[in-house]
Each structure stands twice: as structure tokens, then as C-alpha cells.
Nanobody
Framework: QVQLVESGGGLVQAGGSLRLSCAASGRSFSTYAMGWFRQAPGKEREFVAH????????AYADSVKGRFTLSRDNAKNTVYLQMNSLKPEDTAVYYCAATNRIAFSTSRRAYDYWGQGTQVTVSS
């Protein structure tokens, strides 16, 4: 069982930056693939970025590639999402997710554990 707690959301102007954190409880954090997803009002939850088991690789949605960076600190059981050059269309609730069933996935259905979400609002 893994519990995830996100933090770091807030209100920022377009072009600004935020860093989200996701702290995980439980053991064997390095054996989990970690993902970030987001959900805007009236839209489905969509993939943003993921880190494969052990942190061997990362991948990003095309919409955030070059602006967002996912990193993980296995010693601190924490994964981060550095968001730069934010745009109003990045406004959403951001969720951290974990799974140890597979090495990595862009599908929300592959993730078994979810945080409560943190709101990111980007003003124009």
C-alpha cells in the first residue's frame, strides 16, 4: 500500500514556474513507476509525465515537453514536477500516481495509487 501526498500548487502568471512535490509513504519506493496526470474542468484526466521503476527513464506528453521536468529522489520517497513557461492551458488539478505492476505507462488505468491532487492555476 502506498499513500501519496501532493503539494506545491498555486496561482501563477503565464510564463511563470511552479514545482510540485509528491511524497510517498510505504516501502520500496524505487520499485514503483511514478506518474503525473492532470484534469481540467470538464475534461478527462490526462497524462503529463512518468518516471519508470527505479527512475531509469522519463517520458512526457507532447504538450509539456521542453517545459516540464520530472525528477525523483528515491532516498526521500519523493517525485517532483518542475513546471516552467506555464501557460493558461496548463490550469488543472495535478495528480501524482504510482504503480508497481508495470515498468511505466502513460495510461491512468495502469496506476493503482493516487494522491488527492493539487490545484495549479495559470493566469493570462
Amino acid at each position: 500500500q502506498v499513500q501519496l501526498v501532493e503539494s506545491g500548487g498555486g496561482l501563477v502568471q503565464a510564463g511563470g514556474s511552479l514545482r510540485l512535490s509528491c511524497a510517498a509513504s510505504g516501502r520500496s519506493f524505487s520499485t514503483y513507476a511514478m506518474g503525473w496526470f492532470r484534469q481540467a474542468p470538464g475534461k478527462e484526466r490526462e497524462f503529463v509525465a512518468h518516471s519508470s521503476k527505479g527512475g531509469g527513464g522519463t517520458a512526457y506528453a507532447d504538450s509539456v515537453k521542453g517545459r516540464f521536468t520530472l525528477s525523483r529522489d528515491n532516498a526521500k520517497n519523493t517525485v517532483y514536477l518542475q513546471m516552467n513557461s506555464l501557460k493558461p492551458e496548463d490550469t488543472a488539478v495535478y495528480y501524482c500516481a504510482a504503480t508497481n505492476r508495470i515498468a511505466f505507462s502513460t495510461s491512468r488505468r495502469a496506476y493503482d495509487y493516487w494522491g488527492q491532487g493539487t490545484q495549479v492555476t495559470v493566469s493570462s
